[in-house]
């Protein structure tokens, strides 16, 4: 049985018997795992709180084959999400990015971008990154990463790219846009400030400042619920 190691973000726990618990991470190098941290609810655990959601973490870990969990040995904690966690509204952004990690994510598939971004936007949301805006910008990169964002850039009826003032609409389903001079009878306008929003987003990073809460946010927060729903059925 090799031991491995590797940086993780924890995503779920799970009480396991009396004392053990089952552990939901995101590892750097391997991807999503489940592993079982023997002892760890017990009053003094070696773990500390480095196996709280959230929490980023070095783990180390046994792999056994023709096993789906690991036996995780040690984890030792490289930075704690304890910050978050002491303000509601963003303790319940926090739990809103494990969640869409863990849905969208498949099992043992390293994707170092995802990992970069929930780093990002923890440290945004730390740095006081208005929450909406936090959230907004991880949704839409996170849905990217998946393969799931519709691109706002190119008519998907005549290929035609579009610049940022150019009028386009959403397809019915809202799955794709159409440009102005396609037909377009049955598709729905979009907001140019959507459209420049979303090009703000795949062009900058986020940290402490964020950016505008308008009208443009509040309406692609709602796309971004939608497209959530939609695909995490899958
Ligand atoms: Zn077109």
Redesign the pocket.
Known sequence: MPLHQSDAIILKTYPLGEADRIVSFFSRDRGKMRGVANGARRMKSRFGASLEPLAHSRIQFFEKENRDLVRIQTAEILDSPMKLFADYDRAVCAGHVVDLVDRFLPEHEPQDAVFRLVRMTVRALEEGCPIEFASCYFDVWMLRLAGVFPDLFV?S??S?KLELQDERFMASGLQAV??S??DHRTATGILGDVVGLVYWILKSPLDGNGGEVGRGLRNLHELNQYWIRHYSGR
């Open positions: 008519c009826a005549c035609r159409i440009c001079a396609c």
